[in-house]
């Protein structure tokens, strides 16, 4: 129930070391071409900066290529290619990068395969190929057949880590615009114009390595029926040409790479005061690329500050680069009126607070005090009105049934639920699950006057039974560990759970019940105080989120019996 925070602990973020000196043949290049003078046409004080930029970024690419060379020669394969895909997706995501260079399509292919952790032999790059003119492409060939297209900063890092060439340049869609060439749909340059809002992604489109997509700027989410539809409204970038397309529709039949598009960087969250609490249920949320996505495509109206607290953070996380360390300082600031920043606290309790307010500032209170004749009834309702991401992705419904002894007949009523709070059902195996689940909607007579809807007889006791009658997309799983009656204490056991769980005993007949885990928080300690972390599944991989560390685990989510509070995913 309680985080400690009482400590600060030691971020792994790498600690900043003296670069090597940039090579001579690179600054010689740059004086023998007068025409890349980075201080034409600007002030030079300006100039001066980016040009020192530059100095650093180029040091800062040799280190990694160093490190990354390092763990080779060291045996350290698996090592070496997490350390590359980490690196080249920070370069691949920079902002702010004019020029594009093209890459052989059949190389980035392999190189994509290398990144997936296939074992692939990648020779040097050979563009012979592709070049033009004046080092630019030459006209007649297709994005995503022919080439695959780079910023500047991950094609000098290809460039540096593999050899061969030649270097391509994509033609700025300026100079296309005033070369008089006839239309063709074949031209690599007849591409429509784009708008400012996804200038980003068209700046960074490699294919070898799928893109986090530009939000765009819509209104609210206004289909509550499938959040993939929903969020494909979203994400989808302008559409090129008919290779493009052709192209994206086959690769999506392949295996995802590691990254899939809408992810976000994996970061860590600091910790200055009692705040792990908060930054384990944050992870956990991270973990949703869906909720990220839908929750950065709503244009905040005033007074909206939960909205605009974590669209500050994932916008924040998007700017970070991998393994680093953030504060989540607008969440904090936004949450200290109910949840103070010198006590501990609850992550179940922030974690539904949080959501709850960003659900309450999109839709309002949902207000029903009307009766429906089904559950089916009851749902269509909800959803109409609640057609916001968080009801999207978190909601589901349960029905009680309540049996009339003196009329036989039977008594539904349905409610919208975003969690299962469960209490531990202890047993002489242990505390598991699926038994916790059974204890919670297995039948039972209740010992409490009950009037009937339906004859309006009143029963000293009722028999009643719950069910789930609508499956959420994620599944929100918490164990009762904190008890306040007859006195405070936590409950200590250890729980099992599985890493695909079917609730199909427990649903209405037709419902998809199937689920995976996704992501969980952990307590250790006492009532008193004690200190969370969270597990969550991104890029394919398990990593354990405690505070501003990072670590990459491999199946160790399972074996941490101090469970909390599980996220299962609908499959």
């Not at 900063?153 to 994509?170: C, D, H, L, R, T």
């Not at 969250?269 to 690329?289: E, F, G, H, K, T």
């Amino acid at each position: 129930m309680f985080c400690c925070g009482s400590k600060k602990k030691k971020s792994k973020v790498p600690s900043q070391r003296s670069h090597p000196r940039i090579p001579t043949h690179i600054l010689l290049r740059r004086k023998r071409n007068p025409k890349k003078c980075m201080f034409h046409h600007l002030p030079l004080q300006n100039q001066l900066t980016k040009f020192f930029i530059k100095i650093n970024s180029n040091q800062e690419m040799l280190r990694q290529i160093q490190n990354i060379n390092d763990l080779r020669n060291r045996g350290l394969y698996e090592k070496s290619v997490e350390c590359e895909h980490d690196y080249i997706t920070q370069l691949i995501n920079k902002e702010n990068i004019q020029q594009q260079f093209a890459l052989e399509f059949k190389w980035a292919v392999n190189y994509t395969n290398h990144l997936k952790g296939k074992k692939a032999e990648i020779g040097q790059i050979n563009n012979k190929n592709l070049l033009g003119p004046n080092q630019y492409i030459r006209s007649g060939l297709q994005q995503d057949k022919d080439y695959v297209v780079l910023n500047e900063s991950a094609w000098n890092f290809v460039m540096q880590m593999y050899g061969g060439g030649p270097e391509v340049k994509i033609m700025p869609s300026h100079k296309q615009e005033s070369q008089a060439q006839p239309p063709s749909l074949s031209s690599t340059y007849s591409k429509p114009p784009i708008q400012q809002q996804s200038m980003r992604q068209a700046q960074t489109n490699s294919r070898f390595i799928q893109q986090k997509p530009m939000t765009q700027t819509v209104s609210v989410i206004t289909t509550p029926k499938s959040v993939d539809r929903q969020t494909s409204q979203i994400i989808e970038p302008p559409q090129r040409n008919d290779s493009a397309q052709n192209y994206r529709k086959g690769y999506e039949e392949q295996k995802r790479p590691s990254i899939s598009q809408g992810q976000l960087p994996i970061v860590g969250l600091r910790n200055p005061r009692y705040y792990c609490y908060l930054n384990s249920a944050l992870q956990v949320l991270l973990s949703i690329d869906s909720l990220s996505e839908g929750i950065l495509a709503v244009q905040p109206k005033q007074g909206q500050k939960y909205l605009v607290a974590y669209q500050e953070l994932l916008r924040t996380i998007k700017r970070s680069g991998s393994f680093s360390a953030i504060a989540a300082q607008s969440v904090w600031e936004n949450c200290s009126g109910k949840f103070q920043f010198n006590q501990q606290q609850d992550s179940h309790e922030f974690l539904l607070f949080f959501l709850g307010k960003i659900q309450e500032e999109l839709v309002g209170k949902y207000k029903n005090k009307q009766e429906f004749n089904s559950a089916e009834q009851a749902w269509s309702d909800y959803t109409s009105k609640n057609y916001d991401i968080v009801d999207t992705i978190f909601a589901g419904q349960s029905t009680s049934q309540s049996f009339c002894k003196s009329c036989n007949q039977v008594c539904e009523g349905y409610d919208p639920i975003w969690d299962l709070s469960l209490p531990i059902s202890k047993s002489y195996t242990g505390v598991d699950l699926m038994d916790c689940l059974k204890s919670y909607y297995r039948e039972e007579v209740i010992n409490d006057t009950w009037k009937c809807d339906k004859c309006k007889k009143t029963n000293k006791s009722v028999k009643r039974r719950m069910f789930i009658s609508q499956t959420p997309k994620y599944l929100i799983i918490q164990f009762k560990r904190f008890t306040t009656f007859p006195t405070s204490q936590k409950i200590n056991d250890s729980i099992s759970y599985p890493e695909k769980l079917d609730i199909q005993e427990f649903c209405s007949k037709g419902l998809q019940t199937k689920y995976k885990l996704k992501a969980l928080i952990t307590h250790m300690g006492s009532i008193n105080g004690g200190h969370y972390k969270a597990y969550a599944e991104r890029y394919d991989n398990w990593y354990l989120f405690d505070d501003e560390t990072v670590s990459k685990i491999n199946g160790k989510q399972l074996s941490d019996r101090s469970a909390y509070v599980l996220l299962y995913q609908k499959y």
